[in-house]
């Protein structure tokens, strides 16, 4: 069979090309993809601005936000999984039996790390099919669209940055989100859904306005008036219990240091790599930061899908898609996530 997919040969070389569809390993599922999110880290790879995407090593399938359904099955996979199943999957893939993986680190610590959508040897969802072993693929409800799917990946990042890795977010806390795109998003819908107090700082207004319909309690424009006056006003003076940075703004980086609280547990997550900001580093000692960087996420495919599948009829996931493209026109839909970063939260390819 032969399918429609495109490859990334090197910056801003993204072509469409028919393949064979590969035949599947015991251990694998073909998917036929139904939606496919644009992802802020595919067009920085595309602009040849990180070294995330590995065509150095070879042209490759980006996509790593995807839903789909299941058309063929391996052998061993069939315990788990059928024809018909509507799925997601991660996007780091640990290997699991690696000595840095039985050690339970972190995914992105596999000494045989692929990563969905990113390099040669792991495929991703910028095409009609895509082939992928059972161990990375979780069921979404039937009820949910493959947009919604698409979005478990991102919405796993900021669950994850703001509760699973030490943020543990409950309604005594009071939340600072810096960065209101689909990952802040996301940590608002988490912190909103906890109870906390929720504060989403973001410069642009349609982002401050799309996070007071995502659950922030009140938003605050960093690039008006005083930015730590503000933050304290809104926190009693205590600043923020959990302060998450989904940005990766170097102000927004360097800013934590000043508003998060005492003991306060503070995320990074915003790409910043490559780099070096200067904070006061000093704030760690006399405030007693929990500061913990959030390199992906471990096994919270499963969680984040029922985390999502609860809050679906209380937040619009639809509506988070504000641009649809079919497929086939590809190149339009990276022309508007590339020139449009500001009004475009989410593009979304379709497949028919
Ligand atoms: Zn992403
Ligand atoms: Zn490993």
Known sequence: ??????????????RVEEVEVPKIKPDQVLVKTGATGICGSDVEC???ESAEGRYDLGPYTPG???GGEIVEVGAD????FKVGNKVTGDCVMACGVCPTCKDGRMPSACENMREIGFRPDSPGAFGEYMVVEEQYVHKIPDHWT???????????????????NGGHIDASDIAIILGGGPVGLSATMVAATSGAKTIVVDP?????????KYGADVVVDPSEGNFLEKIMDLTNGHGGDVCVECSGNDTAIASLFDIAAHSGRVGLIGHSIGRKVPVEIGKTIWHTMNIRGSGGTKDFGQRTIRFMDRIYDKFDFAALN???????DLHEAMDVAIHKKNEALKVMLNFD
Do not use: C, Q
């Open 1 to 14: 069979m032969k399918a429609k997919v495109a490859f990334l040969h090197g910056p801003k070389d993204l």
């Open 46 to 48: 595309y602009e040849g």
């Open 64 to 66: 790593h936000e995807w």
């Open 77 to 80: 996979a069939a315990r788990n």
């Open 146 to 164: 493959y947009a919604d799917g698409a979005w478990v990946e991102t919405f796993s990042i900021g669950y994850f940055g703001i509760w699973g």
């Open 204 to 212: 642009l207004n349609i982002r401050r306005d799309t996070a007071m």
């Open 322 to 328: 504000t641009h649809h493209f079919n497929f086939k």
